[in-house]
């Protein structure tokens, strides 16, 4: 079997065995997965004798119309573009210049079964870093210093679950740091199974509310950092010993 069909069966087994009955027309995830692929290949360079630079820095331009489709799969699809991407690179001999970013975008000139995909080179000091949630096959970027979660329509991020109050919890990010915070909720809220009333969020902890799984993550943005937040009540929380820093991986010290 060749790299190009370990590849993309890969992802087939991954991704579209799971979910083939959202496809029945246009892109099909497989081919975001040769077309990176291709992308990698394409702009791969060979700065020195040991090394080969490829991109890090991924836009996936979709069609209206698959965009909605490949949304359907929430946060899944760009973990397993991801990991093949890395997984090629490896097996080509490339290095990257900073984290793997990888982005869909929306695109109204895109035809519906065509996609373009427009790569760079990020170095490390260039790339910043965005929280995110996934939550009910969504991920949605964390914009504001505190993101009010819950089944009310006047929570930042609403979701359907009447086990969850209508502000359940509150999750807070300074760009840095990350802490969940359960708003006197009537059910409570789970860090990881264990009941918290307050705690430091690191990458990849699950916050449980209701019947609804949050799921806090760090992905790299080929992008200037945004400029610090304002300093209010929330962002003040960060500066307890415990609050959790992406740049360490771990508790302030």
């Known amino acids: 079997m060749g790299l190009l069909d370990s590849f993309e069966k890969g992802l087939e087994r991954a991704v579209n065995s799971a979910f083939a009955k959202t496809f029945r027309s246009g892109i099909q995830p497989v081919e975001i997965a040769s077309a990176l692929r291709s992308e990698l290949d394409k702009k791969a360079a060979v700065v020195s004798r040991d090394r080969i630079l490829a991109p890090n820095s991924f836009a996936v331009r979709l069609s209206p119309a698959d965009d909605d489709r490949m949304s359907a799969l929430g946060g899944a699809l760009v973990n397993e573009l991801d990991t093949l991407v890395h997984k090629h690179a490896k097996a080509q001999g490339y290095s990257f210049a900073g984290p793997v970013s990888i982005e869909l975008r929306r695109d109204e000139q895109v035809s519906t079964g065509t996609l373009s995909v427009e790569s760079s080179t990020a170095e490390g000091g260039r790339v910043s870093w965005r929280g995110v949630v996934d939550v009910e096959g969504r991920r949605i970027p964390l914009t504001k210093a505190r993101t009010v979660i819950g089944r009310g329509s006047d929570a930042d991020i609403t979701v359907a679950d009447a086990g969850t109050s209508r502000r359940h919890v509150e999750i807070l990010w300074d760009g840095e740091r990350a802490m969940v915070r359960d708003m006197n909720s009537t059910n409570g809220t789970l ?37 610090p937040m304002p300093a209010d009540e929330a962002t003040r929380m960060f500066e307890r010993p415990d609050a959790f820093d992406v740049r360490d991986r771990g508790p302030l010290a």
Do not use: H, S, Y
């Open 191 to 227: 860090l990881e199974g264990r009941k918290v009333t307050e705690a430091a969020l690191p990458p990849d902890a699950t916050v449980r509310i209701g019947r609804t799984d949050i799921v806090f993550r760090v992905v790299a943005q080929a992008a200037p950092p945004k400029p």
